[in-house]
């Protein structure tokens, strides 16, 4: 197995807001990672008040790496 050393990957955020009222809150974030082949794609769900949050991730099949995400 071949490992590299000192590689670290870049998630870029594309998108963000808040949602709720004053008594609940959440933040939504929507990351992604460019890698082979196209896009890993991560959605977390952070409430206030909360001990975890909810999150996703998927991988977008985008070969040339053609996807311009807009906010």
């Known amino acids: 197995m071949n490992h590299e ?3 670290s990957c870049s998630w870029e955020t594309i998108g963000e807001s ?3 009222n004053l008594f609940s809150r959440r933040k ?3 990351r992604r990672l460019k890698v082979p082949s ?3 794609v991560f959605h ?3 409430s206030s ?3 975890s949050d909810v999150g996703s991730l998927t991988f977008l099949p985008d070969p040339n790496h ?3 995400a807009t906010s």
């Open 5 to 7: 050393q000192g590689k």
């Open 18 to 20: 808040s949602v709720g």
């Open 28 to 30: 939504l974030i929507t």
């Open 38 to 40: 196209g896009w890993l």
């Open 44 to 46: 977390v769900e952070r």
């Open 49 to 51: 008040g909360s001990m």
């Open 66 to 68: 053609e996807w311009r």
